[in-house]
Nanobody, 121 residues
Framework: QVQLVESGGGLVQPGGSLRLSCAASGFTFSTYAMSWYRQAPGKERELVARIARAGGSTNYADSVKGRFTISRDNAKNTVYLQMNSLKPEDTALYYC??????????????WGQGTQVTVSS
């Protein structure tokens, strides 16, 4: 039922830009904070950015501050990640995430399928 679908990844040169999108369905989007994570080969998954339900509060990993911007459009059930001044170390599979969604008696995390971002010259 809950579904997150990422898009917008690709191959870019260092210094370039990409905008990732995550289309959400199956839950009340506007009541949950949304996040972007990334995972590179051989490394742990890391939190990149998070945005509060109303969109007014955001936080970022130190490595992307000043370069990445997370935003959301609750009318469209979509969260975005604008990535500027990309570096080779940004290369990873990027995932959309919603945490602690109520399903019956439990709370569950949901993930998209991921979209690949490759930064290379």
């Amino acid at each position: 039922q809950v579904q997150l679908v990422e898009s917008g990844g690709g191959l870019v040169q260092p210094g370039g830009s990409l905008r990732l999108s995550c289309a959400a369905s199956g839950f009340t989007f506007s009541t949950y904070a949304m996040s972007w994570y990334r995972q590179a080969p051989g490394k742990e998954r890391e939190l990149v950015a998070r945005i509060a339900r109303a969109g007014g509060s955001t936080n970022y990993a130190d490595s992307v501050k000043g370069r990445f911007t997370i935003s959301r459009d609750n009318a469209k059930n979509t969260v975005y990640l604008q990535m500027n001044s990309l570096k080779p170390e940004d290369t990873a599979l990027y995932y959309c995430n919603v945490a602690r969604v109520r399903v019956g008696l439990g709370l569950y995390d949901y993930w998209g399928q991921g979209t690949q971002v490759t930064v290379s010259s």
